[in-house]
C-alpha cells in the first residue's frame, strides 16, 4: 500500500491519522493551523444565522459596505480596497495580474505564492532565507528583486514567524518603482504581531505596493472565507478585472462592519498574545529546541540538543501524533524539507499542554 500525501495545509488531522495508521477518533489538540485560538467572537454564530434568509439574493456586487468599513479601518479610500474570498483568492488575483512574468519569492514562506504563479505561468525564483534566523537582510531582498517583475513578502513569514522590516520594503519599493516591479506584500498574520509597524503609509508613496489581508485567522473563520487587498484605486480597479463575480458570499461580506468594530475582541486577542506569545518563546527554548525568534501566533523550532540523542523532527513529529498533539509538519516548504515544526500559539491551557506534551516526547 502507498503511503497517502504529506497534506499541503495544517488542520488536516484525518490525511495525517491515516498517515500513521491512527484511528479516525484518536483525539488530537490542533497545533497545525494558525487561527486565533479566541475566536470566532462569541456573537458571530447567531449573528449568521439571523441571515440566512439572504442567501435568496445575489451578494452585493461591489461589496461597497464592506469597503467602506475596511477603508475607514485603515484611513484609506474605498476605491484602494478589494474584497475578497480569503487571503488565498487575494494571492491568486495578484498573479493573474502578472501572468506570464518573473516573480520572486522567499523561501521558505507560504505554499500557495507558488502555486498561483503556476496557476499563472509566472517563472519564479526563490528569496533564500537561512537558518537558523531567516531574516531577510536588504541585499539580499534587492539582489533577487533585480530581476523581477513582482515580488511576493510575506510579513510575518509564514511558517518562520519572523518579520520583515518597514524600511527594507521601503528601500525595496524605492529601488523597484522606476522599473515598474510590484511589490506584493501578504500581512495575513499582521493583526497578530504585536508592534509591527504599518505598511499602509507606504501605499500612498509607493504605487507598486500591493498589500494582501486575511480576515480568518484573526476571526477564527476559515470555513467563513474573508479578506480584502489595499492598493492604489488603479491597481484595484485592474485586480477586480480577473475576480469573478459574487466572488464572497453575502454572509462573509456583510460580517465585515460588525467584525472590525468588535473593539474588544481585538483587545482580548491582544491581551492573549502579549502574555502567551512571549512565555511560550521561552518556555519552548527551556526545552532546548531551536526556536526561530517569531513575531507572531506561531514558532518554527527543531529539536535542538534531543537531536543529538536521536530524536529528530520526524521523531518528534511522530511521538506527538501518537500522544494527542497534532503539529504542522514542514515538508512541502522550500528550504525546510521536513526538517522543522511548526506550532501554533493556542490558550494558556492549551499552550501548557503543548510544553507538557513536548517535554515527554523530547526523552
Ligand atoms: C501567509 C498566508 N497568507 C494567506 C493565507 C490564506 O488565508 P485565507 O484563509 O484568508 O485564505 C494563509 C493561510 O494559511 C497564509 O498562511
Known amino acids: 500500500m502507498t503511503m497517502p500525501e504529506w497534506p ?27 487561527l486565533n485560538p479566541l475566536g470566532p467572537p462569541e456573537w458571530v454564530s447567531g449573528w449568521l444565522a439571523d441571515r440566512l434568509g439572504g442567501l435568496g439574493r445575489y451578494p452585493e456586487p461591489s461589496y461597497a459596505t464592506a469597503r467602506h468599513a475596511i477603508a475607514a479601518h485603515h484611513q484609506l479610500h474605498p476605491d484602494q480596497v478589494l474584497l475578497t474570498n480569503g487571503g488565498a483568492e487575494a494571492i ?10 518573473r516573480a520572486a519569492v522567499l523561501a521558505p514562506s507560504f505554499g500557495e505564492y507558488a502555486r498561483a504563479c503556476a496557476a499563472h505561468r509566472l517563472q519564479v525564483t526563490k528569496i533564500p532565507l537561512s537558518a537558523p534566523s531567516f531574516a531577510l ?13 513582482v515580488v511576493f513578502l510575506c510579513r510575518p513569514n509564514n511558517p518562520t514567524g519572523t518579520l520583515i522590516d518597514c ?28 508592534g509591527a509597524e504599518a505598511l499602509m503609509p507606504l501605499l500612498a508613496r509607493y504605487p507598486n505596493l500591493i498589500l494582501l489581508r486575511s480576515m480568518t485567522k484573526f476571526y477564527t473563520l476559515p470555513g467563513l472565507r474573508l479578506g480584502y487587498v489595499l ?21 462573509a461580506a456583510e460580517l465585515v462592519e460588525p467584525l472590525l468594530d468588535d473593539h474588544a475582541f481585538a483587545d482580548r486577542t491582544h491581551a492573549w498574545l502579549a502574555t502567551e506569545q512571549p512565555r511560550m518563546y521561552q518556555a519552548l527554548s527551556a526545552l532546548g529546541l531551536d526556536v526561530v525568534p517569531s513575531t507572531t501566533c506561531f514558532f518554527l523550532v527543531r529539536p535542538g ?18 500522544g494527542g498533539i ?38
Open 305 to 322: 540538543e534531543a537531536q543529538r540523542r536521536g530524536v529528530d523532527s520526524a521523531r518528534l513529529f511522530e511521538r506527538l501524533l501518537r
Open 231 to 251: 492598493a492604489s484605486s488603479a491597481v484595484i480597479e485592474a485586480l477586480a478585472r480577473h475576480q469573478p463575480p459574487w466572488s464572497v458570499n453575502h454572509l
Open 326 to 363: 497534532l503539529a504542522r509538519h514542514t515538508h512541502g516548504f522550500a528550504g525546510l524539507e521536513g526538517n522543522w515544526l511548526r506550532l501554533a500559539l493556542r490558550d494558556e491551557s492549551g499552550n501548557t499542554r503543548l510544553l507538557e506534551g513536548l517535554h515527554d516526547c523530547l526523552r
Open 167 to 194: 524600511c527594507v520594503i521601503d528601500a525595496l519599493l524605492a529601488a523597484t518603482l522606476a522599473r515598474g516591479t510590484q511589490v506584493v506584500v501578504d500581512e495575513a498574520f499582521i493583526d497578530m504581531a504585536l
Open 137 to 149: 537582510d536588504q541585499a539580499t531582498l534587492l539582489e533577487h528583486a533585480a530581476d523581477a517583475e
Open 8 to 34: 499541503s495545509h495544517g488542520g488536516q488531522a484525518e490525511a495525517l491519522l491515516e498517515r500513521f495508521a491512527l484511528p479516525g477518533d484518536h483525539v488530537v489538540d490542533d497545533v497545525s493551523a494558525n
Open 92 to 101: 491568486f488575483l495578484a498573479a493573474a495580474l502578472h501572468a506570464g512574468k
